[in-house]
């Protein structure tokens, strides 16, 4: 009977600690800078230019070591070419990373997929050419960071196209080939909770 008791308790008080460990769920914002360009295929030679992001993020833990981290960003992109102005293109998007974050003490890593739909595109003269866009584009995130205590945070991410940004057309000015986005960022947040 004893051992029993004993066996009981041992289990009840590792249940305990396990899920006294995990971390509360965390709301956070969050605002980043990079630089981006788009990887082509035919006469659109771009060059790096400025991207700005700011958003809503959360970070649903399931396990100490592991949280699923959605993210809900307003993106401003500034594609620019270097051999035609009339190429030039700004994108505003609504993005949404849909992470998944490892953490070691304050570092973590974090991949995943994300999906980007155009809210406005202009050429350089400021004309409407979201007609040229995909309505929905598809990229991948990989990055790391290091959150300090329960609040700020400081990471580098990486944001590639795993879909075509612009429509490919022979029709368009843009031309048939591939624009895919290929992007840097230094990402700043805050959380609350967790």
């Given at each position: 009977?004893?051992?029993?008791?004993?066996?009981?308790a041992l289990?009840?008080?590792?249940?305990?600690?396990?899920?006294?460990?995990?971390?509360?769920?965390?709301?956070?914002?969050?605002?980043?800078?990079?630089?981006?360009?788009?990887?082509?295929?035919?006469?659109?030679?771009?060059?790096?230019?400025?991207?700005?992001?700011?958003?809503?993020?959360?970070?649903?833990?399931?396990?100490?070591?592991?949280?699923?981290?959605?993210?809900?960003?307003?993106?401003?992109?500034?594609?620019?070419?270097?051999?035609?102005?009339?190429?030039?293109?700004?994108?505003?998007?609504?993005?949404?990373?849909?992470?998944?974050?490892?953490?070691?003490?304050?570092?973590?890593?974090?991949a995943g997929?994300?999906?980007?739909?155009?809210?406005?595109?202009?050429?350089?003269?400021?004309?409407?050419?979201?007609?040229?866009?995909?309505?929905?584009?598809?990229?991948?995130?990989?990055?790391?960071?290091?959150?300090?205590?329960?609040?700020?945070?400081?990471?580098?991410?990486?944001?590639?196209?795993?879909?075509?940004?612009?429509?490919?057309?022979?029709?368009?000015?843009?031309?048939?080939?591939?624009?895919?986005?290929?992007?840097?960022?230094?990402?700043?947040?805050?959380?609350?909770?967790?």
């Amino acid at each position: 009977m004893k051992p029993t008791v004993v066996l009981i308790a041992l289990l009840a008080a590792g249940v305990g600690t396990a899920y006294a460990q995990k971390p509360a769920p965390a709301v956070g914002i969050m605002v980043a800078y990079g630089r981006d360009r788009i990887l082509s295929n035919n006469q659109y030679t771009s060059v790096s230019h400025s991207a700005y992001q700011a958003g809503l993020t959360a970070d649903a833990y399931v396990s100490s070591s592991f949280s699923f981290h959605p993210e809900v960003l307003y993106t401003m992109r500034y594609f620019d070419t270097s051999n035609d102005e009339d190429l030039n293109r700004d994108l505003t998007t609504i993005d949404v990373p849909l992470l998944a974050r490892y953490h070691a003490g304050g570092l973590y890593l974090e991949a995943g997929p994300e999906i980007d739909v155009p809210i406005k595109a202009v050429n350089e003269a400021g004309d409407n050419v979201k007609s040229e866009v995909n309505s929905i584009a598809l990229n991948y995130v990989a990055g790391v960071g290091y959150r300090f205590g329960h609040g700020p945070s400081l990471g580098v991410r990486y944001d590639g196209g795993a879909s075509n940004v612009f429509k490919s057309n022979a029709t368009t000015v843009l031309g048939a080939g591939k624009f895919k986005s290929s992007a840097v960022f230094v990402v700043l947040g805050y959380s609350f909770g967790g």
